[in-house]
């Protein structure tokens, strides 16, 4: 026999809407390719918009989120610190956002991708320096930061799951520390991805 109306609405009640989500990313070729793969990876059931607001400062990244959040549930905006004049700033603007969580990396966002290949806490003073090291290791040798070749899947297995262990180790001994270069928090955004893959019961 046919399922009715009224079962099916008994079957969707039991899960909750899913959340709609936006991330900004500063650059529009390698970290925004990247995180356009990983959200295929492991999406399922959410809806996840991944863009370049044409703004490349922190503090121009964070009012573009400030500006759209009405329109998602989380704003996920990831930036590097560089040498941007306007970072702190950023963060404490975005401190009275509930909706808004900035996911920061220092020096930059390659620095997640050198923890695929191992524990590492050496300090750069500027992000040219990291990609020399990153470009070093094995299978990266062509990776530029101006390209919009991804390196998601190249990365995805091992290392992908080495990373995600390393990098919440790295981020504890710099708040330990209180010395946050080099760290990274890409893999709190990795961890929402996935749990934004899996259906969320109504009622815990």
Not at 30 to 57: N, Q
Not at 73 to 95: G, K, Y
Not at 117 to 142: I, Q, V, W
Request: charged share 25%; hydrophobic share 35%.
């Amino acid at each position: 026999m046919g399922r009715n109306t009224a079962s099916f609405n008994r079957a969707n009640s039991q899960f909750k809407p899913q959340p709609t989500v936006l991330i900004l990313c500063e650059d529009s070729k390698s970290g925004k390719t990247y995180l356009e793969d990983a959200s295929k990876h492991f999406r399922a059931h959410t809806k996840v918009e991944i863009a370049h607001c044409g703004k490349t400062d922190p503090k121009g990244i964070i009012n573009e989120a400030i500006k759209r959040q009405a329109k998602f549930d989380q704003v996920f905006c990831v930036i590097d610190r560089d040498t941007h004049p306007s970072f702190n700033e950023a963060i404490q603007l975005a401190s009275s956002h509930l909706k808004v969580t900035i996911i920061k990396s220092y020096p930059c966002f390659e620095f997640w991708l050198l923890l695929h290949f191992g524990h590492t806490r050496k300090p750069y003073t500027a992000g040219d320096l990291l990609n020399r090291d990153l470009c070093s290791k094995a299978g990266m040798e062509n990776y530029n930061k101006g390209s919009a070749t991804s390196t998601f899947a190249r990365l995805l297995g091992e290392q992908f799951n080495n990373a995600r262990i390393i990098s919440p180790q790295v981020l504890a001994q710099a708040n330990s520390e209180q010395e946050f270069n080099p760290s990274t928090e890409l893999h709190l955004l990795i961890d929402r991805l996935e749990e934004l893959s899996q259906p969320q019961p109504a009622h815990n």
